[in-house]
């Protein structure tokens, strides 16, 4: 069988799989030759498919939902096929995740969504990261001694703030819904399966053996996630009654059912119990911020992505300003040259983070300064082709004169051309590990993306600034990066990731995997990653990159850590008619599917 033909049998599969196909769709899949691929794909129409590609995206024709976790991808088709936009779509991916991924989809903690508008062609930003309790104070993660005390800040209550996720994905519903679905149609794919209780299996089932020590801390979570002295094991059924109960109360009685009353109550108890300073103030008062998306430009796209207090969009287009002077389809997908530009490339940028990035109601934030096309020149002439600079040489630069981890990502486009890039996070996998009583809602850690003292680390390695030192009721910082890359106006990806400090990372190779080195989004999804963060001063490379390749990486004086996998970028990609939708192979139990 001719690659052509393979690749039209998996197209066929695929739209059959999804639904009812159009007969004149396969009818040109198998009467129309295939293009004779040229030494240098045009980048103004990067290939979807080709014959050699080793792997393939799933394919659709009308809308596409790529996750983490299978259930809740399913959830979202459904609600597309049913008549719901992308961002209904989206939102009931979002609940559906809080039952099937309990260890990053949350109710208790929060994230960015980024949504795209094809009727107003308008794209906004949707910020509903967790805020600090009214309490917190600078120091409050400093020990007797003044310095940091790691535990504070990632396992006791002080390391939970208060949780967006409910009233952002409630603000989205009612923003920018259809209005053909309410918001309790959207949760109730959600109740069911919480209610009924999903198969422990995939992800879910390599998760929980890991977490045991972190759950096992707290009797409300062994009752959910234990039987007996051991976590649920493979095959076994998971059921969250509680989490089943808060789900229909946010159904019927809408955000305030979460924020307020009795579920407030028990949420706030819990965290005080166990020495935090969250209150029922705290979460009556929380509300979500609708923010002007940073852009920028790269290979003639635009790349339009979250702005602080998210560092993802400014620190993306930074990097790729630095990249657009080199010639990386030259250099090759992979070669030595290319992973040591990319990796130059990262080193200021986190550098800039470090000094510049906070929660901007309170700190100003240089954020077209860090994006100039000319601050960017100054960066990339500092990069040496043949030489890894130690991050000693690499300082926070000066951009004012230009002015003028567990987390999940889920990527949604629907047939009109809307499209949602959403990132949530409870920042370890299970937070805190801390069930609410009565709720089934899992408690984040995200104060520890706080600064606990200027110039300290938090659990990622991120160096923090003054701009990010804790504070009443301030965003603390993160690296969530949901994108949306448009050509020609058109809107050509839809990605981001979880992974703590590399999200970034993660999300700048996959688009440049797409526009420089014209992958196919599975390949590019897929492809051996590479991370530097500038401190630590290591460059982290995925297995599958050659030992020869890291030889010559080694002789440029990088540091090279070969280890854990990086993220999990579910990503859509529209070309030529067609949705390609490509679930990151990374994790276990993601899917791509499409109708």
């Known amino acids: ?4 033909r393979r690749a039209a049998l998996v197209t066929i599969l695929t739209l059959a799989l999804a639904g009812p196909a159009p007969a004149q769709m396969l009818a040109q899949i198998l009467a129309e030759p295939p293009a004779q691929p040229s030494a240098q794909p045009s980048p103004e129409s990067p290939p979807i498919q080709a014959d050699d590609a080793r792997m393939l995206p799933v394919l659709a024709a009308h809308g596409m939902v790529a996750a983490q976790e299978a259930r809740a991808a399913e959830v979202g088709v459904e609600i597309l096929r049913r008549g719901g936009n992308a961002v209904d779509a989206a939102v009931a991916v979002g609940f559906a995740l809080a039952v099937t991924l309990p260890r990053a989809g949350n109710l208790g903690g929060g994230g960015f969504m980024l949504v795209h508008l094809a009727e107003r062609n308008a794209t906004v930003a949707l910020d509903f990261r967790e805020t600090a309790p009214g309490a917190a104070t600078a120091d409050m993660f400093l020990g007797p001694d003044g310095e940091p005390d790691r535990a504070a800040s990632v396992r006791s209550g002080k390391a939970v703030g208060v949780p967006g996720s409910v009233r952002g994905m ?20 959600a109740e069911r399966m919480a209610r009924a209780g999903i198969p422990v299996e995939a992800g879910l089932a390599d998760s929980l053996p890991r977490a045991a020590g972190l759950l096992g801390r707290w009797p409300s979570s062994r009752t959910i996630f234990f039987r007996g002295d051991r976590t649920l094991a493979r095959g076994e059924t998971l059921v969250q009654t509680d989490l089943a109960d808060t789900l229909r109360a946010i159904a019927e009685g809408g955000p305030d059912a979460f924020y307020t009353g009795a579920i407030a109550e028990r949420i706030a108890g819990a965290v005080q119990g166990a020495g935090g300073l969250l209150t029922v103030a705290d979460l009556a008062a929380y509300r979500p911020e609708i923010r002007e998306p940073v852009r920028g430009r790269y290979r003639g796209a635009e790349i339009v992505s979250m702005p ?50 906070g929660d901007p109601s309170r700190s100003r934030v240089p954020l077209e300064g860090l994006i100039a096309k000319p601050y960017a020149e100054r960066l990339r002439a500092q990069i040496d082709p043949n030489r890894a600079r130690p991050a000693a040489e690499v300082k926070a630069g000066d951009p004012l004169p230009f002015e003028s981890d567990q987390t999940t990502h889920y990527s949604v486009v629907d047939a009109a051309g809307n499209a949602v890039a959403t990132t949530t996070t409870l920042n370890f996998s299970y937070g805190i590990g801390l069930v609410a009583e009565g709720t089934g809602v899992i408690l984040n850690n995200e104060m520890d993306d706080f600064a606990a003292k200027i110039g300290a680390q938090n659990a990622y390695g991120l160096v923090g600034g003054k701009a990010n030192l804790v504070a009443p009721g301030a965003r603390p910082l993160s690296s969530m990066t949901p994108t949306l890359v448009f050509r020609d106006g058109r809107l050509l990806l839809v990605t981001g990731s979880p992974g703590g400090s590399r999200i970034i990372s993660t999300v700048l190779q996959v688009i440049v995997n797409v526009l420089d080195f014209h992958l196919n989004l599975a390949e590019a999804v897929a492809a051996p990653r590479i991370h530097h963060q500038w401190r630590p001063d290591v460059l982290f490379t995925e297995e599958g990159i050659s030992p020869d390749t890291l030889a010559l990486l080694r002789a440029r004086g990088h540091t090279v850590r070969v280890g854990a996998s990086s993220g999990s970028a579910n990503s859509v990609m529209r070309v030529d008619g067609l949705l390609a939708g490509a679930a990151d192979p990374r994790q276990r139990g993601t899917l791509a599917v499409g109708d």
């Open 1 to 4: 069988m001719t690659g052509f």
């Open 308 to 357: 602080p207090p998210s560092s993802g969009g400014i620190h993306l287009i930074e990097i790729l300003n630095v990249l657009e002077g080199f010639d990386l389809a030259r250099m090759g997908a992979g070669s030595a040259e290319a992973l040591h530009i990319l990796a130059e490339a990262m080193k200021p940028a986190y550098a800039d983070r470090a000094t510049w990035l």
């Open 170 to 189: 409630a603000e989205a519903h009612r923003l920018y819904g259809s209005g053909r679905l309410s918001l309790a149609e959207l949760i109730a794919p």
